[in-house]
């Protein structure tokens, strides 16, 4: 027969092992829920705003006197559909040497020699006025703002019309607090060209990177 003083002896142990379960899982899930690596987030990743053009998106801000960018679709002959949320943005380059890029600080700093990991949706548009060539994607890190310190990643010229998904792996070679995306030429010589650019992801971390 168990005495009085085992049982309570015993229900006291019981209490104690349920207590550093809870304890061990809560502080799982805080380790979870903190975690610095989970992702270094854009603000307005998708370009979400009211239909316009030479309009930079909330969030964001134009580097250099000729980044006018669009928000579509609607401006410039541009209607197809946004792959994530309603709008997305639209960025030109010119024959005289001038291209569209915009950037914008990020929540927290992308951090020297880590591995990171960025996708994002990128589509061309026959009928932009003219401006109707393919263009390459570049994101840029830097230390102050537009600053374009290292190249992140790039694509060749974007020349389809439905959306892909292009993903980067690289490492920060310093501590990075902004991010420049652009559209740009490919080969030497300007010319009238489009990009459009939508679902930025977070840059998370990753174990193994390169640059192509």
């Known amino acids: 027969m168990i005495t009085l003083g085992q049982y309570l002896k015993n229900t006291y142990s019981n209490l104690i092992s349920i207590m550093r379960i809870l304890i061990i899982l809560f502080t799982g899930l ?6 610095p690596n989970a ?3 854009l603000s307005n990743p998708s370009f979400e705003g009211a239909p316009q053009d030479a309009q930079v998106p909330n969030g964001w801000h134009a580097c250099g006197l000729y980044s006018t960018p669009d928000i579509l679709p609607g401006p410039w002959g541009v209607y197809q559909d946004a792959y994530d949320g309603e709008t997305f943005l639209g960025l030109i380059t010119r024959e005289d040497n001038t291209w569209e890029h ?10 020297k020699d880590e591995c990171y990991t960025f996708s994002v949706k990128l589509a061309r548009s026959n009928g932009y006025v003219g401006y109707n060539k ?5 994101i840029w890190g830097g230390t102050k703002r537009c600053q374009k310190a290292q190249l992140l990643g790039h694509t060749v010229a974007i020349d389809h019309n439905e959306w892909k998904s292009y993903k980067f792996n690289f490492f920060a070679n310093d501590d990075y607090d902004y991010v420049v995306i652009e559209a740009y030429y490919s080969g ?21 990177a390169s640059i192509d």
């Open 134 to 138: 393919p263009l390459k994607f570049r």
């Open 188 to 208: 030497k010589v300007p010319y009238r060209g489009n990009l459009l650019v939508d679902a930025c992801s977070d840059f998370e971390t990753c174990i193994r």
């Open 30 to 35: 805080l380790t979870v829920s903190f975690n």
């Open 102 to 111: 915009i950037g914008q600080q990020l929540t927290a700093p992308l951090k």
């Open 39 to 41: 992702g270094i987030k």
